[in-house]
C-alpha cells in the first residue's frame, strides 16, 4: 500500500471517528417525555406540597419516595449519552421529587477550591450556552433552601457521591461539610432514619463514601457495590447492612429494558422498606449496548412504570428515574394512600 494511500485511509477514519463524536456532543432530543397523564380528579395532585399531607410518625424509609438519578444533569456535554435529566433541581422539586443524586467533584480556582457536580468525567453546567460556568453545589443548595422556605413541610434526601480522580474523599468531604455548617438550620445529618416530623424543611444527607475526614458527619451511609454487570440474575438487588440500618439497593444499570423492568419490578413486588430499612429501586439505566441513551430508555421505562399499578397504603421505597415528569412522580407517590 502507498504512503498515499495510508494517509487517506488515517484521514478517513478520523473524520469518521470526529462525526460519530460530533453526534454524541451537539446531537440530543430536546423533546420532553411523553407518559400517560395522570388521573388529577384524585386528590393530592400537588406535587409541591405532597409531603404535607402525611403523618409526622412515619419514618422516610416507610414512604414511597419519587427521585431522580444524576439529578444535575440539564445542562452537560454528550448529551445524547450523558444527559439524565431535562428540568433543574427546583423543578424537579416543584414536580414532585424528593431523592436527588447529587455527584461531586473539586472545581480548582484561584480564588478557592469550590465543589461543583459532574456526571463521571464531564462537568454540569448551569445553563445551556456552549461557555456556561460549571454548576456549583452553591447553586444546587440555594434552589434547594427556596423551595424548603417555600414548603416546610417537605423534605428532600440529597445523596452524595464522589466522583473525582484528582482529589481525596477528605478534601471534598471537608468543603461539603463546609456547605453544611454554614447553613446547619437546613440540614438533617445524623446516621440514623428520621421521621417526617424530623426532617420537615430540612435536606436529609445521605453519603456514599467514608468519612476519611473523621468529620463525625456522614449523615445516612448509603454505600454499595457498583452493579455495573449485564448478568441476568434471579435477585437483582444487594442488601448492605450498617451500624444504623439495613439498605437494599436494586441498580442494574446495564440491563436492557426489559430486563431493567423486571428487576424494577421484582424490587418493587418483594421490596422491604420500613423504618429500618431503605430500599433504593433505580429505574434508570445506561442500556446492554456500547452506547447508551438514557433519554431513549427512560421513554420506554417510564411508561412502563406509569403502567405498573402501585397498591395503595404500600412502602415501595425511594424509586429513582430519569427524565421524570410530574405525572410520573404522582404515579409513584400516590401508593402512599395518605
Keep these: 500500500m502507498t504512503r498515499g494511500k495510508k494517509l487517506s485511509i488515517i484521514s478517513g477514519v478520523m ?19 411523553e407518559t400517560e397523564p395522570y388521573d388529577t380528579s384524585i386528590g ?10 402525611l403523618d409526622d410518625s412515619k419514618y422516610i424509609s416507610e414512604i414511597t419516595i419519587p427521585g431522580t438519578h444524576d439529578s444535575t444533569t440539564e445542562n452537560i456535554a454528550m448529551g445524547y449519552i450523558m444527559r439524565c435529566q431535562n428540568t433543574s433541581i427546583n423543578q424537579q422539586l416543584l414536580d414532585g421529587y424528593r431523592y436527588l ?20 468525567f464531564l462537568n454540569c453546567h448551569a445553563g445551556s450556552g456552549l461557555f456556561s460556568d460549571s454548576l456549583h453545589l452553591e447553586d444546587v443548595t440555594k434552589q434547594i433552601y427556596s423551595f424548603l422556605d417555600e414548603h416546610p413541610d417537605e423534605t428532600v434526601i440529597v445523596n452524595t457521591k464522589i466522583e473525582d480522580d484528582d482529589h481525596s474523599v477528605s478534601e471534598i468531604q471537608k468543603l461539603l461539610i463546609e456547605e453544611i455548617n454554614e447553613n446547619q438550620n437546613y440540614w438533617y445529618t445524623e446516621e440514623t432514619i428520621p421521621t417526617l ?11 456514599r463514601f467514608k468519612d476519611e475526614a473523621a468529620t463525625g ?7 454499595w457495590t457498583e452493579q455495573d454487570n449485564k448478568d441476568i440474575i434471579d435477585i437483582p438487588y444487594d442488601l448492605y447492612v450498617t451500624d444504623n440500618c439495613r439498605l437494599w439497593v436494586q441498580d442494574r444499570f446495564k440491563y436492557s429494558v426489559d430486563d431493567k423492568y423486571d428487576a424494577v419490578v421484582d424490587g418493587l413486588e418483594n421490596c422491604e422498606a420500613d423504618e429500618n430499612t431503605i430500599f433504593l429501586n433505580f429505574v434508570s439505566t445506561s442500556g446492554s449496548g456500547l452506547f ?22 404500600t412502602s415501595y421505597g425511594i424509586i429513582v428515574v430519569d427524565f421524570g415528569n410530574e405525572d410520573l412522580a404522582r404515579h409513584i407517590y400516590m401508593s402512599n394512600g395518605f
Design 292 to 313: 447508551g441513551h438514557p433519554k431513549g430508555y427512560a421513554r420506554k421505562l417510564n411508561n412502563m412504570i406509569m403502567d405498573y399499578e402501585f397498591k395503595p397504603n
Design 101 to 120: 443524586d447529587l455527584r461531586l467533584a473539586i472545581d480548582s480556582r484561584d480564588e478557592g477550591d469550590e465543589l461543583k457536580l459532574v456526571h463521571n
Design 217 to 223: 458527619t456522614t449523615g445516612i451511609q448509603t454505600i
Design 197 to 207: 416530623g424530623e426532617a420537615r424543611g430540612k435536606i436529609v444527607l445521605m453519603t
Design 44 to 53: 393530592y395532585t400537588d406535587t409541591a406540597n405532597w409531603m404535607s399531607y
Design 15 to 33: 473524520i469518521a471517528i470526529i462525526a460519530i463524536a460530533l453526534i454524541f456532543v451537539l446531537v440530543d432530543d430536546d423533546n420532553p417525555i
